[in-house]
């Protein structure tokens, strides 16, 4: 694309998308308005602008792009780092309506890749894409569906197929279905996630009036007695973040709730917003309470149509029924979509991405509860941390410390996936094993191994299927719990296949901020290739365990820091590739 991009004009359709999120200009003379204050403070609007352009014309235009940036006074070439930097925005043309076709670890193994291949064969040029995880593993292969136009439509498909594409938003029911150990899970399927009656009749915003009975500052104690540590992946005191935001004098104070779920092979958060929004919802209400935060982010990946919907009338529902206010709070809302990309789940790169800028993660210190969003304190949570929120307000959070283990309190969601014959979303007390999950679940009878965590966790052989599923428990055995994903393998498995595609998949989502991931996501892929196509050069388990170290020590953030993790585990624990004389 020419960056000289300020000649080019929107075409009609276009100039209607940016000014549904921006408004009509402020001049009316046939030019957009130029520079102010004003302007530049809208500059958060970026993502929505670009993204209602590629919901009405297919992709954005160099004449899109030139809109935009007049409207937001943003460079041409700031706003083209961001349009590229996300998948799920063209910059070429494309056909109105795009398959995105999951190609990633659980599809891949019930012909993911092929489906993507044959959809290919049959459809115009640009028509298909194969994409990581959609979060619909345990009904795979799973397919995202994008129609562009005057009533923009996207839908999930899972599983899909040549001839089924078609939208079905039926889900299916929970493995555990009816039992009565089910607490975070304990509505779904049971109540109407579309009615806030039905929601009340199940108990619905009873721990928000609780919350408003005992007063900010003994919510977060609760939730410190509790012991809740943070679902998302890092397992951090929720009730030390939010006591650190309470106390924190700078004004205002924001709360993001983190639905970016991307991580390979989990779709825990995505059923909690389908299937309960209000739950969702209700949390962050209690948690903005608590935290004196006066605006609340709920950021949800792109690629969630059905709980974009499901939440945009929550929040309506609950807005209009007076439930986002209370003694002296009243709480803002609002859904930010993201357009693609793994690495806006990393909560500062999330915090670029909702400023409209490329999602790319910052150094820290400071950390979010001192220098968050925009620049301000900020609580930010996994959608499955604010759910257990409900639980402690409830029943308070010594009762909730009563369950579990002792460093893991409370539930844990798990996304099961891959050989086992009944894959789904399942919920246990801490303190089960991974022997216990996979006879729930119907594990295979020659089990390979096991993925724990997703594509940033740990492989497991059949021999350590005793480890309990605790934080504690995964930690003796060099192995995390993450983002909850167990996706399982047997003999059938052709484990060198997902390593590959885990190393692929790191190579496309690093950012490219700093070099140790950028270049060390590539090299671990090339080495890898190598060992599968049975031309090691040297010793190739020197160079992997080198890549691995310096990823680790000298990668700003997460993603690089974790991006050898599995393939690593893979070789030291199951011998992946020791024909290859990765050893
Ligand atoms: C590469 C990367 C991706 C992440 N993706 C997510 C995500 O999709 N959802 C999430 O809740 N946390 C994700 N995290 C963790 C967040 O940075 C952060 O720790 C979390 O949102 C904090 O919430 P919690 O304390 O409730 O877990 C990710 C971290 C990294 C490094
Ligand atoms: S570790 Fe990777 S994803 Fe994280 S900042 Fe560096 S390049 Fe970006
Ligand atoms: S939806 Fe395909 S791997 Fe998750």
Redesign the pocket.
């Known amino acids: 694309m020419d960056l000289r991009l300020l000649v080019a004009e929107p075409s009609e359709a276009e100039r209607d998308a940016v000014d549904s999120v921006l408004g009509p200009p402020a001049s009316t003379n046939g030019h957009a308005a130029h520079g102010g204050h004003e302007v530049r403070e809208q500059r958060h609007l970026l993502l929505p602008a670009l993204r209602a352009v590629q919901r009405r014309a297919g992709w954005v235009s160099e004449g899109a792009l030139a809109y935009v940036c007049k409207r937001l006074t943003v460079p041409p070439a700031e706003a083209y780092g961001v349009a590229s930097f996300y998948a799920l925005l063209a910059l070429e043309p494309r056909p109105r309506r795009v398959v995105h076709v999951c190609d990633d670890l659980a599809c891949r193994l019930v012909g993911g890749v092929e489906l993507c291949e044959e959809l290919e064969r049959r459809s115009p040029p640009g028509a298909v894409h194969a994409s990581p995880c959609l979060g619909l593993c345990d009904r795979a292969p799973a397919a995202l569906v994008t129609v562009a136009g005057t009533e923009p439509a996207e839908w999930a498909v899972a599983p899909a197929a040549l001839d089924r594409l078609g939208p079905n938003s039926k889900a299916p029911p929970l493995p555990q279905s009816g039992s009565r150990e089910l607490r975070l899970l304990r509505r779904v399927g049971v109540a109407d996630p579309t009615s806030l009656d039905d929601y009340r009749v199940h108990g619905g915003y009873e721990p928000l009036r609780r919350a408003f009975e005992l007063g900010p500052e003994s919510v977060v104690a609760a939730v410190t007695e509790a012991k809740l540590l943070g679902r998302g992946g890092a397992a951090f005191p929720t009730g030390r973040k939010w006591d650190a935001v309470a106390r924190n004098p700078a004004r205002p104070h924001f709360l993001v709730c983190n639905a970016d779920e991307s991580e390979p092979g989990t779709f825990k958060d995505r059923v909690l917003m389908e299937q309960d929004p209000f739950a969702v919802l209700e949390a962050v209400t209690v948690a903005a309470y608590a935290t004196g935060c006066e605006r609340a982010y709920l950021y949800v990946r792109g690629e969630y149509p059905l709980a974009h919907e499901r939440l945009e009338h929550a929040i309506a529902q609950a807005r209009a029924a007076g439930l986002l206010e209370g003694p002296d709070f009243r709480l803002d809302v609002e859904i930010r979509i993201g357009a693609g990309a793994y ?1 806006c789940g ?1 909560e500062t790169a999330l915090f670029e991405s909702i400023e409209g800028k490329r999602g ?2 910052r150094n820290k210190p400071p950390f979010p509860v001192d220098v968050g969003l925009f620049g301000k304190p900020t609580v930010v949570n996994n959608v499955e941390t604010l759910v257990n929120v409900l639980e402690i307000v409830r029943d308070g959070g010594a009762a909730f410390a009563a369950t579990g283990t002792a460093e893991s309190t409370g539930t844990r969601l798990f996304c099961v996936s891959g050989h086992v014959e009944r894959p789904g979303l399942y919920e246990l007390e801490f303190g089960a094993t991974l022997r216990d999950l996979l006879e729930l679940a119907g594990g295979p009878a020659r089990l390979q191994a096991v993925l724990l965590g997703g594509a940033a966790g740990t492989f497991l052989r059949p021999d350590e299927v005793d480890v309990p599923l605790t934080f504690e428990g995964t930690r003796t055995i060099g192995a995390t719990l993450g983002s909850g994903v167990v996706m399982v393998f047997d003999e059938t498995a052709d484990l060198a296949d997902t390593l590959l595609r885990i190393a692929a998949f790191f190579r496309d989502e ?5 070099v ?3 270049v060390g996501t590539v090299r671990q892929e090339e080495a890898l290739h190598r060992l599968a196509a049975g031309r090691a050069r040297g010793d190739e388990r020197a160079t992997l365990d080198e890549l691995a170290q310096a990823m680790r020590d000298a ?3 997460g ?3 974790t991006a050898a993790n599995a393939v690593v585990s893979a070789i030291d624990r199951l011998g992946v590739f020791a024909n290859g004389s990765a050893q």
């Open positions: 690495i990393e790319e993660p690093s950012c490219g901020q700093c140790p991931c950028r990668s700003i953030c993603l690089g820091q």
